[in-house]
T-cell receptor
């Protein structure tokens, strides 16, 4: 597609519920990132994929957070047993390559509200 | 890891005036510095970026300067217009720990351009 697509745009979850957030990167983009953006803050890095390999998951807040990209295209961020502090916008970004000339394109995000 | 500080957190200017937003970074090996504009509820959009081998870059009313020695970079918007009102984020891509792919963001500046 023309851009990075994320779904759903909005998700309300009851505390303790599991959620799955989807990211469709730009076709052919090698690199994929997940960021968490709390209200009034800048995006914070969660995890990075190069093709299907998850090369960095150092930003995942706890073992309740899990991300996958099994075929090197679509990625899913899963949060188990959601808690109120998980409420944030989850942004996905992709890059066409790993060289310095490749820019990052962000999706519109999924706004997760845990009640 | 990389740490990015951004100032001011809010900035209000009159239409036609200039606006300057400043950022500092900690990783002297960082080589890529993008600026993003984010309107309420929308995706961060790249407005300009600069690489470490360049001191200044300009695109119409927007310019970015980089001082590698002092480890700071700035966004300059001239002849501001009401449609420039948004949150602006600076970011840096560091090399610490081999993470030459991860963008670290500042906390953002809310720019308001008053007609």
């Amino acid at each position: 597609g023309a851009g990075v697509s994320q779904s759903p745009r909005y998700k309300v979850a009851k505390r303790g519920q599991d959620v799955a957030l989807r990211c469709d990167p730009i076709s052919g983009h090698v690199s994929l990132f997940w960021y968490q953006q709390a209200l009034g803050q800048g995006p914070e890095f969660l995890t990075y994929f190069q093709n299907e390999a998850q090369l960095d998951k150092s930003g995942l807040p706890s073992d309740r957070f899990f991300a996958e990209r099994p075929e090197g295209s679509v990625s899913t961020l899963k949060i188990q047993r959601t808690q109120q502090e998980d409420s944030a916008v989850y942004l996905c970004a992709s890059r066409g390559g790993t060289g310095v000339t490749y820019g990052y394109t962000f999706g519109s995000g999924t706004r997760l509200t845990v009640v | 890891g990389e740490n990015v500080e951004q100032h001011p957190s809010t900035l209000s200017v009159q239409e036609g005036d200039s606006a300057v937003i400043k950022c500092t970074y900690s990783d002297s090996a960082s080589n890529y510095f993008p600026w993003y504009k984010q309107e309420l509820g929308k995706r961060p959009q790249l407005i300009i970026d600069i690489r470490s081998n360049v001191g200044e870059k300009k695109d119409q009313r927007i310019a970015v300067t980089l001082n590698k020695t002092a480890k700071h970079f700035s966004l300059h918007i001239t002849e501001t217009q009401p449609e420039d009102s948004a949150v602006y984020f600076c970011a840096a891509r560091g090399f610490s720990g081999g993470s030459n792919y991860k963008l670290t963001f500042g906390k953002g500046t809310l720019l308001t351009v008053n007609p």
